[in-house]
């Protein structure tokens, strides 16, 4: 399985991104998704993820009502749609693979890079 992120950049406050993961040799119809990132000298947290299982989505209350997780199962890719970003969103954003269900993300993307300016 692998995962390629992409849709990073340079963006100014208030601008908007869309981030894509496109995943392959495995398909994400009945897989857990995530997104996470990790900014200059923090730890990688979590942005959002999804379960499969019950359909529920969960985001990082920093992001709630900027960014948006979705799916194209056709085309195996996970998008991060992020609006009003903000300096503080700058990070290496990764997205992440669930395959067992328990939330433990097996599999990473290569992260791809967010910088907001202010």
């Known amino acids: 399985v692998q995962l390629q992120a992409s849709g990073g950049g340079f963006v100014q406050a208030g601008g908007s991104l869309r981030l894509s993961c496109i995943v392959s040799?495995?398909?994400?119809?009945?897989?857990?998704l995530g997104w996470f990132r990790q900014a200059p000298g923090k730890e990688r947290g979590f942005v959002v993820t999804?379960?499969?299982?019950?359909?529920?989505?969960y985001y990082t209350d920093s992001v709630k009502g900027r960014f948006t997780i979705s799916r194209d199962n056709a085309k195996n890719t996970v998008y991060l749609q992020m609006n009003s970003l903000k300096p503080e969103d700058t990070a290496v954003y990764y997205c992440?693979?669930?395959?067992?269900?328990?939330?433990?993300?097996?599999?990473w993307g290569q992260g791809t890079e967010v910088t907001v300016s202010s």
């Open positions: 992440a693979l669930d395959v067992t269900g328990k939330e433990t993300y097996e599999y």
């Open positions: 040799g495995r398909p994400i119809n009945y897989l857990g």
């Open positions: 999804t379960a499969w299982r019950t359909g529920r989505t």
